[in-house]
């Protein structure tokens, strides 16, 4: 049975759940306690866990009333009584939604029929929790969208920004941990599953080249999860990193994120002392947290997904677009299409920076990729899939095949080769330019019916002084028509 089979049975069975009053939220977490009693066993790692509680002492057990409450005493307690790390996370607060103890049966059983392993033997144990999360990030209704970034998006902005072995990563918004496993799975592909690596660099990779940062208890249980079915020891916190917790998450090679959207809870500013532009905006401040986190090498790099307004917002967003473009040169902008999140209508793009050595005019200029005009509305008729970055990938790299990006890409961009692409979505604008429309960087979208290129209107306060006054003109002219008319 493939992995996909797999998981459409485990996310069917939530269906059986309904009468139970179990969403599918608190379904997937319920699928995550149990699925992990199930890992202890394939993965061998039982030990940590008492034996009345192991996986063969439920699937055995003929009462369900017993199983049932057993299941609800190791919740409580295995916590305090099992000496993994791993384990004590993934539990932490954990307390079941079932209220039938035949419900917990159905479940125990079904997962302990299926065929974990495909015809070449491959664990597929990652993959299926994966499709469930995405499924789950999918059903409006479970909120868990914003936790969710698409994988093709993820993928492409992995392999563009090209994570090197011995390497630190961070996600400072990791939601389910997605950006991480790729980057995790990029160099897995790369180098036979770490194969070849000798004991010291591949305890490494496993433990201390990726982590990440999530705020939500059940985000933060998922990811871990997901990080250890994918055979990822990461360290994963569950804290808040616009606290002073954030201060300490510095010097990475590397951050890819997608910060969730909205402003901070009562419009407070973030609760630590090291930010210029300290702001209510959530993004503004994710975005001075990504790129002061960075090595100031030359080399760090990041790619950030954020919303439209963090483009054009005045005060402190035009201070911060501004300390981003000292400090790092911020070479290209990806102008998303709508639709592809969780939200409709939200309108994103893709932020690639690298910190400079030196903390003044690193941006000369930026590249803008327009994906958003004149395309495609992405959804079940039209899958949003990673064939939708091509042309964006060739203008980006100049022309390079995503394969030989390491050897010849190096992670850097190569003015020459983007300059030579002809695009009518690829446009190179001048930090000149940027600056006298103060700092905005809602630009680079090509015109049509609907949509105005950014970088041919003009100032935005010039337009409203001439619509105002448009507006003033009409309105005489109709108080004197009335004057006439009476």
């Known amino acids: 049975m493939s992995s996909e089979d797999i998981a459409n049975k485990l996310w069917n069975l939530c269906n059986v759940l309904r009468d139970d009053g179990v969403t599918y939220h608190q379904y997937l977490n319920e699928l995550t306690y149990i699925l992990f009693l199930k890992l202890s066993e394939v993965r061998d790692f039982e030990k940590h866990i008492p034996e009345e509680y192991r996986w063969r002492s439920f699937v055995e057990e003929t009462d369900n009333i017993e199983a049932f409450n057993r299941y609800r005493k190791f919740l409580a307690e295995i916590s305090n009584e099992s000496t993994s790390a791993s384990i004590k996370e993934i539990y932490a607060n954990a307390s079941t939604s079932l209220r039938k103890p035949v419900n917990f049966n159905t479940l125990v059983q079904a997962i302990d029929d299926l065929d974990w392993y495909e015809e070449n033997d491959r664990d597929t144990m990652g993959d299926i929790y994966e499709s469930l999360l995405e499924k789950n990030a999918g059903e409006k209704k479970s909120g868990a969208g914003q936790y969710f970034t698409p994988r093709p998006l993820i993928n492409i902005m992995v392999a563009l920004l090209v994570p090197k072995l011995g390497e630190r990563w961070n996600d400072p918004a990791a939601g389910t941990f997605g950006f991480m496993l790729s980057a995790d799975e990029y160099l897995r592909n790369k180098y036979q599953n770490y194969f070849a690596l000798n004991d010291k660099d591949r305890k490494f990779q496993k433990e201390e080249a990726f982590s990440g940062v999530e705020l939500v208890t059940d985000a933060h249980r998922l990811a871990l999860m997901n990080a250890r079915l994918h055979g990822m020891e990461s360290k994963i916190y569950l804290a808040d990193t616009l606290t002073e917790f954030g201060k300490t998450l510095k010097n990475f090679d590397g951050v890819l994120a997608n910060p969730p959207f909205g402003t901070k809870k009562g419009g407070e500013r973030p609760s630590r002392d090291d930010f210029t532009f300290p702001t209510s905006n959530k993004q503004l401040n994710f975005l001075q947290h990504i790129y002061r986190s960075l090595k100031k090498d030359g ?50 793009n893709v932020l690639f920076f690298s910190r400079g050595q030196e903390e003044l005019n690193n941006t000369q200029g930026v590249w803008f990729y327009d994906m958003r005009t004149n395309v495609p509305n992405y959804g079940k008729r039209t899958p949003f899939t990673e064939k939708a970055f091509e042309g964006f990938v060739e203008a980006y790299t100049g022309g390079i095949k995503v394969d030989n990006l390491e050897k010849e890409f190096k992670g850097a961009v190569d003015e020459t080769k983007r300059k030579n692409i002809k695009d009518e979505r690829w446009n190179y604008i001048t930090r000149e330019k940027i600056a006298k429309k103060n700092d905005s960087l809602d630009l680079g979208l090509i015109a049509d019916d609907s949509v105005s290129n950014g970088d041919d209107l003009g100032d935005p306060k010039d337009i409203a002084k001439e619509a105002l006054a448009e507006l003033n003109s009409i309105t005489a002219q109709l108080n004197a028509m009335l004057k006439e008319l009476a």
């Open 299 to 348: 080399k760090a790099r990041a790619a950030v997904v954020l919303p439209d307004n963090v483009l054009f917002e005045d005060g402190d967003g035009q201070r911060i677009r501004r300390d981003l473009m000292d400090k790092c040169n911020l070479h290209t902008i990806l102008r998303l299409p709508t639709g592809i999140f969780y939200a409709a209508g939200v309108k994103t």
